[in-house]
C-alpha cells in the first residue's frame, strides 16, 4: 500500500476525509486449490481535517475468477472487476476522541480492482459499518 484515501460517504459520523501516510504493508498468500488469495493489511491514515491518525487493518479473500487472473497477471485485457470477488474486515484504532467509535464498531468492505489505462491498478473497497437490525 503505497497511497490512497478513506473517505465517508455523506451522513456517515464520524466524518473522515483522509490520506494514507508512509508506507502500508500487505501480504497476499494463495490458498493451495489456486481458486482463492488471502488478505493481511495494515496501514494508517491521516484525517485532513483534525490531523488525527488512524491505524486500519483488514483481513479477507479474493476470489480468483477470469477477471481477477487478469488483473493480477496484468495482462493487457484486464478491466475493472466488479465489487463481489473480494469481501474484508476492517478494524481501525486512534487515540482521537471525536473518532474513538470507529474503534468499538464493526466493518465489513466488498472490493473490486479498478484498472484504467496510464494509471496503476486501484484496489478499491465499498466499506460498511456492522448495525444491530
Not at 21 to 47: E, F, T
Not at 86 to 92: D, N, R, T, V
Amino acid at each position: 500500500m503505497t497511497g490512497g484515501t478513506l473517505k465517508s460517504e455523506p451522513g456517515f459520523s464520524p466524518a473522515i476525509d483522509a490520506e494514507f501516510v508512509g508506507m502500508g504493508n500487505d501480504y497476499i498468500r494463495g490458498d493451495p486449490s489456486g481458486k482463492h488469495i488471502r488478505l493481511d493489511a495494515h496501514g494508517v491514515v491521516k484525517d485532513k481535517t483534525s490531523s488525527a491518525l488512524i491505524y486500519l487493518s483488514y483481513a479477507g479473500v479474493v476470489a480468483i475468477t477470469p477477471e481477477v487472473g487478469l488483473v493480477l497477471g496484468e495482462s493487457p485485457d484486464a478491466k475493472t472487476t466488479p465489487f463481489g470477488d473480494s469481501f474484508i474486515e476492517m478494524h481501525f484504532e486512534t487515540g482521537a476522541e471525536d473518532l474513538k467509535d470507529l474503534t468499538t464498531s464493526t466493518f465489513v468492505a466488498a472490493g473490486r480492482f479498478r484498472v484504467e489505462e496510464g494509471k496503476p491498478t486501484v484496489v478499491e473497497y465499498k466499506i460498511s459499518k456492522v448495525v444491530k437490525g
